[in-house]
């Protein structure tokens, strides 16, 4: 199976900031500048969730929970997503999932753990 790579995720204290990056896999990186590109978080118990997207053309979407802390962007030259996390808060633990929507099918990452915790 073809994933996409996350990476970024750690343990950090309430306030404190992270920056996740995903990186389309060799496979479909020819397809990467056309994706739906989104972040989705799990946290343990609880169903997979939008946290953020961007569109081909740079066009974003947030959660509730995470507008004006977290910012998506993208950057088509090195098929790279980015997720800037700032303020954090413990109800931001989960694990994060980078996704990847074309016209056919999604691909999704293995996920990175974010921790929130003093």
């Known amino acids: 199976q073809v994933y996409l790579v996350e990476s970024g995720g750690g343990l950090v204290e309430p306030g404190k900031s992270l920056r996740l990056s995903c990186v389309a896999p060799r496979a479909i990186t020819s397809t990467f500048n056309a994706c739906l590109m989104g972040w989705y978080r799990q946290a343990p118990g609880l169903q997979r969730d939008m946290v953020a997207t961007i569109t081909s053309r740079k066009d974003t979407n947030y959660a509730d929970s995470v507008k004006d802390r977290f910012t998506i962007s993208r950057d088509n030259a090195r098929k790279r997503v980015y997720l800037q996390m700032n303020s954090l808060k413990p109800e931001d633990t989960a694990v994060y999932y980078c996704?990847?929507?074309?016209?056919?099918?999604?691909?999704w990452g293995q996920g990175t753990q974010v921790t929130v915790s003093s």
């Open positions: 996704s990847c929507q074309d016209d056919s099918q999604v691909y």
